[in-house]
């Protein structure tokens, strides 16, 4: 997932969830819409409900490791990745057995 650009207004997360298309999975929840931008845009999000704040950004970064290793997906889309409580104890090759599922079943990615 080389051409992304962060989603980082709020809207734009209320957009996901409201009208976006959910995948989920015990590790990992997606959320995906499709934008006019015409790029790919991505998004992060973790709960209180993953732990402190050190588990927190370990499922953050965890998730954006997995993120880097997808392949280059169609443009047009907003991604919204959500930690479970799961996501802080597996590693990001397990993340990215997840994600590309649920991109591949989304039409996002060529399988």
Not at 40 to 51: A, F, L, S, V
Not at 70 to 89: E, M, N, Q, S
């Given at each position: 997932?080389?051409?992304?650009?962060?989603?980082?207004?709020?809207?734009?997360?209320?957009?996901?969830?409201?009208?976006?298309?959910?995948?989920?999975?015990?590790?990992?929840?997606?959320?995906?819409?499709?934008?006019?931008?015409?790029?790919?845009?991505?998004?992060?999000?973790?709960?209180?409900?993953?732990?402190?704040?050190?588990?927190?950004?370990?499922?953050?970064?965890?998730?954006?490791?997995?993120?880097?290793?997808?392949?280059?997906?169609?443009?047009?889309?907003?991604?919204?990745?959500?930690?479970?409580t799961k996501t802080v104890y597996r590693k990001s090759t397990d993340i990215y057995a997840v994600m590309?599922?649920?991109?591949?079943?989304?039409?996002?990615?060529?399988?």
């Amino acid at each position: 997932m080389t051409h992304t650009v962060t989603l980082k207004n709020n809207c734009d997360f209320r957009r996901a969830y409201g009208r976006g298309k959910v995948y989920t999975n015990p590790a990992l929840v997606t959320y995906i819409v499709r934008n006019r931008a015409g790029i790919c845009r991505m998004g992060i999000t973790t709960g209180k409900k993953i732990g402190n704040a050190v588990q927190r950004n370990r499922a953050r970064r965890v998730i954006r490791a997995a993120a880097e290793m997808l392949p280059v997906t169609k443009g047009g889309y907003d991604i919204v990745f959500v930690a479970r409580t799961k996501t802080v104890y597996r590693k990001s090759t397990d993340i990215y057995a997840v994600m590309k599922k649920q991109l591949a079943s989304a039409g996002v990615i060529d399988a």
